[in-house]
Each structure stands twice: as structure tokens, then as C-alpha cells.
């Protein structure tokens, strides 16, 4: 009921900046809670930010609290990802996903998008 679509990974230098775009689709009103998330190889799955779609507010995974901000454009249904500061461990695919309510597990997943970080 709900497509998800990352964009904006790739390559960058430590220290640089890259920003990642999520862009929702479908039934999108019963998504009131968007994340992001990170795989890198070998590792599970990390929480890195979470958004309410309505109220605004946010949270963030310790490891990049500080340097990533996460937002959202509810005009475009479109979530963000603004990371700064990058760095090596940064490097992972990044996943956005959506769920309905606090209590719930994320429900939608996208297809991941790629950031590597150089040193």
C-alpha cells in the first residue's frame, strides 16, 4: 500500500556531505512515523533517525546524532536524510521506512540506497 524509493547515496570523502532523499508513495496517510535506517556489511541492521510526519518531531541513533538531520517535505511526501561530518563508519546502505503508530514495527521498506564514505 506504500512505496518507498531512497536516492542521493554514493561516494564521498570523509568529512563531506551527502543527502538522501525518500520518496513515499500510495496509501501514505497511514504512515505517520518515518525512519531511516542503516546495513553495513557483516552488521544488523541500525536505527539512525525517525520523524513524525504531522507533529515534526525527531529522533536520532547515538552513533550520528549531531551530524545527520533528518526532515521531511509533507508537500512532496518526501523524507530526507542531510548527513555532515561523514565518516568511514558512515558507510552502509540506507534504508527508509514507514509504520502507523509508536507501538508498531516499520511496516514499509525501500530498496535501500548506498553511501560509502573514503578515508
Known amino acids: 500500500q506504500v512505496q518507498l524509493v531512497e536516492s542521493g547515496g554514493g561516494l564521498v570523502q570523509a568529512g563531506g556531505s551527502l543527502r538522501l532523499s525518500c520518496a513515499a508513495s500510495?496509501?501514505?496517510?497511514?504512515?505517520?512515523?518515518m525512519g531511516w535506517f542503516r546495513q553495513a556489511p557483516g552488521k544488523e541492521r541500525e536505527f539512525v533517525a525517525m520523524i513524525n510526519w504531522i507533529g515534526g518531531t525527531t529522533s536520532y541513533g547515538d552513533s550520528v546524532r549531531g551530524r545527520f538531520t533528518i526532515s521531511r517535505d509533507n508537500a512532496k511526501n518526501t523524507v530526507y536524510l542531510q548527513m555532515n561530518s561523514l565518516k568511514p563508519e558512515d558507510t552502509a546502505v540506507y534504508y527508509c521506512?514507514?509504520?502507523?503508530?509508536?507501538?508498531?514495527?516499520?511496516?514499509?521498506w525501500g530498496q535501500g540506497t548506498q553511501v560509502t564514505v573514503s578515508s
Open positions: 500510495g496509501r501514505t496517510f497511514s504512515t505517520y512515523y
Open positions: 521506512a514507514a509504520k502507523g503508530t509508536p507501538s508498531s514495527r516499520y511496516e514499509y
